[in-house]
């Protein structure tokens, strides 16, 4: 597609969970790393070029099932193409801490995509 901005791949997979200390468990054993990130709110695990976040309750995204988070290196240009190609904006583009900004959108079936922007 002429004038579209690449992607980075998926590199981050967050996970709705109910339990937090039990999830810790079973993602620590599944992953064979402790966690990187190690909070009441978020527990994150780096491995393998991939980070997967452990958000307890769906967090304040009301997450319901695991969302996939396209790496993308300009994210207003990312939303602007996929909201012209059909997608809708679920979560609007924020910064979550460090120069990191994400938004969600879902695609017309209703499922939820990532999208993630590192400074």
Same mark, same amino acid.
């Given at each position: 597609?002429?004038?579209? #901005?690449?992607?980075?791949?998926? %590199?981050?997979?967050?996970?709705? !969970? #109910?339990? =937090?200390?039990?999830? /810790?468990? *079973?993602?620590?054993?599944?992953? @064979?790393?402790?966690?990187?990130?190690?909070?009441?709110?978020?527990? @994150?695990?780096?491995?393998?070029?991939? $980070?997967?976040?452990?958000?307890? @309750?769906?967090?304040?995204?009301?997450?319901? #099932?695991? *969302?996939?988070?396209?790496? *993308?290196?300009?994210?207003?240009? /990312?939303?602007?193409? *996929?909201?012209?190609? &059909?997608?809708?904006? %679920?979560?609007?583009? $924020?910064? !979550? @801490?460090? &120069? %990191?900004?994400?938004?969600?959108?879902?695609?017309?079936?209703?499922?939820?995509?990532? =999208?993630?922007?590192? #400074?």
């Amino acid at each position: 597609m002429n004038g579209s #901005s690449p992607t980075q791949g998926v %590199r981050t997979v967050l996970h709705p !969970v #109910s339990d =937090l200390a039990a999830a /810790k468990a *079973v993602y620590a054993a599944l992953l @064979g790393v402790a966690p990187q990130t190690d909070g009441t709110f978020y527990v @994150g695990f780096e491995a393998a070029g991939q $980070h997967i976040g452990l958000v307890p @309750g769906g967090g304040p995204q009301g997450m319901t #099932s695991p *969302v996939t988070y396209w790496h *993308v290196p300009d994210l207003a240009a /990312k939303l602007a193409e *996929v909201t012209a190609a &059909g997608a809708t904006v %679920r979560e609007a583009a $924020h910064d !979550v @801490g460090g &120069g %990191r900004l994400v938004a969600t959108v879902t695609d017309p079936d209703g499922n939820v995509l990532g =999208l993630l922007q590192d #400074s």
